[in-house]
């Protein structure tokens, strides 16, 4: 069975600093790899998602993941942070079927000035 | 439709009454799924559809849940009889069905409150 975990429910950063979300996977297979945002009151949006051309995803809003096989990992950063980037950011996995699409329990993402 | 549509956006009801929410996807997208996320939790799977079919009904919480597709499109998810624990926002994602990269479009939810 596929499992996703998010480290940390909550992250807090500064302005301008770097940001850093935990993924990480447990699959038999190399999974496909999705990285998802969901504003205050609104739905999901997709950031970036990981189709094995390349392992260093770039996404949309600066954001961007690696995936690391031998980690079972897909980390979300971005170098420098926004106040508009406050939101919870949830990791997603599929493995070879369309059946389900496995979401981790989020990370709320908090933006100091 | 330019994207994934649900309705109605909030519901307030009453225990025990039964409620249904619609979810338009996006034209031609043959897959189709229903996710519950409540107050500080994560997304729970409820079901899956393939064109009118459920191949996976496998995380609908109870027998009181249930959901149909019909010609395709439009799916209805009911809740009869609801309990306070059924208060969440009722997520519908689309996809095309065709690739397992391809992305899935979310709509805006469905807020219920059971009171």
């Known amino acids: 069975a596929q499992s996703v975990t998010q480290l940390g429910s909550h992250v807090s950063v500064s302005e301008g600093a770097l940001v850093l979300l935990r993924c990480n996977y447990s699959?038999?297979?190399?999974?496909?790899l999705f990285w998802y945002v969901q504003y205050p009151n609104q739905g999901l949006q997709l950031l970036l998602k990981?189709?094995?051309?390349?392992?260093l995803v770039k996404g949309i809003n600066g954001f961007e993941a690696e995936f690391k096989k031998s980690e079972t990992s897909f980390h979300l950063t971005k170098p420098s942070a926004h106040m508009s980037d406050a939101a919870e950011y949830f990791c997603?996995?599929?493995?070879?079927?369309?059946?389900?699409?496995?979401f981790g329990s989020g990370t709320k993402l908090n933006v100091k000035p | 439709g330019a994207g994934v549509s649900q309705s109605p956006s909030n519901k307030v009801t009453e225990k025990g009454k039964d409620v249904e929410l619609r979810c338009d996807p996006i034209?031609?997208?043959?897959?189709l799924y229903w996710y519950r996320q409540s107050l500080g939790q994560g997304l729970e799977f409820l079901i899956y559809?393939?064109?009118?079919?459920?191949?996976?009904k496998s995380g609908l919480p109870s027998d009181r849940f249930s959901a149909e597709r019909t010609g395709g499109s439009v799916s209805t998810l009911t809740i009869q009889r609801t309990q306070q624990e059924d208060s969440a926002v009722y997520l519908c994602?689309?996809?095309?069905?065709?690739?397992?990269?391809?992305?899935?479009?979310f709509g805006e939810g469905s807020w219920l409150t059971v009171v």
């Open positions: 699959s038999s297979v190399p999974p496909y």
């Open positions: 997603a996995v599929r493995e070879n079927n369309f059946n389900k699409f496995y």
């Open positions: 559809f393939q064109g009118n079919s459920a191949p996976d």
């Open positions: 990981y189709t094995s051309a390349a392992t």
């Open positions: 994602a689309s996809s095309s069905g065709r690739y397992l990269v391809d992305t899935i479009y």
């Open positions: 034209s031609g997208h043959t897959a």
